[in-house]
C-alpha cells in the first residue's frame, strides 16, 4: 500500500534562518506531489506542485521554494524565514487520476520567532 | 475557476445530535466533490467523495454527504454525533483535471457537547 510521510513533525526556528521540510511516498511511481500550507482559520493554500522530478509550479509567489531531486521526494526551503511563513505544512500526493483526490501526510508544523 | 464556500465556521452540537455541516461550490464544469476531516495537528482524512455517480454519498465514521446540482451544494450530515467527531472538516472540489489541484472551504470546526 501507498504511504507519506513528512518530517520533521515540528520545527521552532528564528527569522532569518534557512528551512528544508521533506516529505517522501513509497508504494507508487510517478505521482503528482503538491505543498499545502495551513494558517490559522485561512484553510488551505496550495503552495506548490510537482508532476515529475525537476518539474515544479508554483501557485503563489512567496519566500519559499520547492524541489524533487527524486521521484518520490519533495522538498520544501527557505534561504531566510519570515515570521509570516510559521504554519503547518502538509505534503499531499495523487497518482494523476482525473478526480483530483488526494492523499496527505501527517503535516510539519514551523513556527518561525 | 472553482470555489468553495463552507458557512459557519463553527459547529456546535450535543452528542447524539444530527450534524450538518454545508458546503456549496462553483465550479465551470462538472465538479468532483470531497469532505476531509482534519485531527489536531494531523494531516488531512478523506471522509467522502463524489465523482458523479450516485448522488447519495456515504463515507467513513458514519457520514454521508448529497450532491445537489440545482444547488450546487454538497453537505455533510451525520444522524447521530459522537464526542470522536470532534474535529476540523474541510469541504473541496475539483475540475477535473489531472493534477489534483483541489479547493478548499475555510473549514469548519465541529465541537460536540456531552
Known amino acids: 500500500s501507498q504511504t507519506i510521510h513528512q518530517w520533521p513533525a515540528t520545527l521552532v526556528q528564528p527569522v532569518g534562518s534557512p528551512l528544508s521540510l521533506e516529505c517522501t511516498v513509497e508504494g507508487t511511481s510517478n505521482p503528482n506531489l503538491y505543498w499545502y500550507r495551513q494558517a490559522a482559520g485561512r484553510g488551505l493554500q496550495l503552495l506548490f506542485y510537482?508532476?515529475?522530478?525537476?518539474?515544479i509550479s508554483s501557485e503563489v509567489p512567496q519566500n519559499l521554494s520547492a524541489s524533487r531531486p527524486q521521484d518520490r521526494q519533495f522538498i520544501l526551503s527557505s534561504k531566510k524565514l519570515l515570521l509570516s511563513d510559521s504554519g503547518f505544512y502538509l505534503c499531499?500526493?495523487?497518482?494523476?487520476?482525473?478526480?483530483?483526490?488526494?492523499?496527505f501526510g501527517e503535516g510539519s508544523r514551523l513556527t518561525v520567532l | 475557476a472553482q470555489s468553495v464556500t463552507q458557512l459557519g465556521s463553527h459547529v456546535s452540537v450535543s452528542e447524539g445530535a444530527l450534524v450538518l455541516l454545508r458546503c456549496n461550490y462553483s465550479s465551470s464544469v462538472p465538479p468532483y466533490l470531497f469532505w476531509y476531516v482534519q485531527y489536531p495537528n494531523q494531516g488531512l482524512q478523506l471522509l467522502l467523495k463524489?465523482?458523479?455517480?450516485?448522488?447519495l454519498v456515504k463515507g467513513i465514521n458514519g457520514f454521508e454527504a448529497e450532491f445537489k446540482k440545482s444547488e450546487t451544494s454538497f453537505h455533510l450530515t451525520k444522524p447521530s454525533a459522537h464526542m470522536s467527531d470532534a474535529a476540523e472538516y474541510f469541504c473541496?472540489?475539483?475540475?477535473?483535471?489531472?493534477?489534483?489541484?483541489?479547493?478548499f472551504g475555510q473549514g469548519t470546526i465541529l465541537t460536540v457537547h456531552p
Open positions: 499531499a500526493w495523487n497518482n494523476g487520476g482525473n478526480t483530483g483526490e488526494l492523499f
Open positions: 463524489y465523482t458523479s455517480a450516485a448522488t
Open positions: 510537482s508532476v515529475g522530478i525537476g518539474q
Open positions: 473541496a472540489v475539483s475540475g477535473g483535471t489531472s493534477y489534483g489541484k483541489l479547493t
